[in-house]
């Protein structure tokens, strides 16, 4: 109605059942799949959300995520060469050990399994830092050197695994203080593998966490930030960082992501946003309405016209990426 341009249909977690990674909710989602089949049949896309830590706390047999890799042996083991459980949204987590062997096959399975039941185009990857709920685990941490090193960095609490996972969690080759930073980049690198593999042709995925060369295997966006004219401005250098350290493809939640937007500000922020390597609006459940359409036709307009700018230039962006 209002001629505004939209490629891409982005969905956060609220599609899945009780938070289940490669589930949808068939009774508030139901008509997903005939929604995803009609952006496709207009030449849009749709790309959802996914996060690494799998519940382990359903039935034997009931989820597939989670048996599948209890068999293939994927998952980060804590001291007692069992999967380390942490909690995230689903509650009672394990996490895939991205850099093991298994782990790529592993993932592809799932991806497979779940494309089958719903045509998604890409991946947006989030809470793989690892972000956790609990500190290190739920039994805790052992008593060690590499959970109470001499010196810390600046950390958001007391510990190195303040709200992720014990430092003396293993890995395949290596333990999580050695392999911490790096599991965004293992998660990025399988998930694109999967999707390649399983469709065949060129796809994308976004990632929360990320690594120098993650560029090769997908991009970025800025995290959550706030509905303010600061972090408009700071997306700026944001971004320029990012492609400084060899991600191109890197995008702030234009309008902000918390809080409430205005009028003005979220004009500006899309003026600013159509020139983001990855423009996107999103904002958290509950916030007011704030993609383009929902504007008076004053600001929609500007919006418009500032997008239908950034489709005319997007042949020479295209080579970039």
């Not at 805790?140 to 050197?145: A, F, H, K, Y």
């Not at 600001?299 to 990426?321: C, E, K, V, W």
């Amino acid at each position: 109605k209002q001629g505004i341009p939209q490629d891409v249909q982005w969905n956060d977690i609220d599609y899945m059942t009780q938070h289940l990674d490669f589930t949808y909710d068939t009774k508030r989602f139901g008509s997903l799949p005939d929604l995803v089949d009609d952006l496709h049949k207009n030449g849009q896309r749709y790309v959802m959300i996914v996060d690494p830590g799998i519940s382990s706390v359903q039935a034997p047999g009931a989820y597939a995520p989670f048996d599948d890799g209890l068999t293939m042996d994927i998952f980060l083991k804590n001291s007692s060469n069992k999967p380390i459980i942490g909690k995230v949204w689903p509650g009672e987590t394990a996490f895939p050990d991205f850099s093991h062997p298994n782990a790529t096959p592993y993932w592809t399975k799932q991806v497979k399994a779940f494309h089958q039941k719903l045509s998604f185009d890409g991946l947006w990857i989030d809470m793989n830092e690892v972000s956790n709920f609990v500190d290190g685990s739920y039994h805790g941490c052992p008593d060690n050197l590499l959970e109470n090193p001499p010196y810390k960095p600046g950390l958001g609490g007391d510990h190195l695994h303040s709200r992720t996972l014990c430092m003396s969690a293993r890995n395949y080759n290596s333990t999580q203080y050695n392999m911490h930073s790096l599991y965004g980049y293992f998660e990025a690198v399988a998930t694109m593998s999967a999707l390649e593999t399983v469709m065949q042709e060129r796809s994308i995925v976004i990632s929360r966490s990320t690594y120098p060369n993650s560029g090769t295997h997908g991009g970025h966006w800025l995290g959550d930030n706030n509905s303010n004219w600061v972090d408009m401005y700071l997306s700026i250098p944001g971004i320029l960082l990012f492609n400084m350290f060899g991600i191109p493809l890197v995008g702030a939640d234009i309008c902000g992501f918390n809080g409430r937007t205005t009028d003005e500000l979220c004009t500006r922020w899309m003026q600013v946003g159509a020139f983001y390597p990855f423009s996107r609006n999103h904002n958290t459940l509950g916030s007011p309405d704030q993609d383009p359409a929902s504007f008076s036709d004053k600001y929609s307009s500007a919006m418009r016209r500032a997008l239908l700018t950034r489709y005319s230039l997007l042949p020479s962006l295209y080579t970039l990426f």
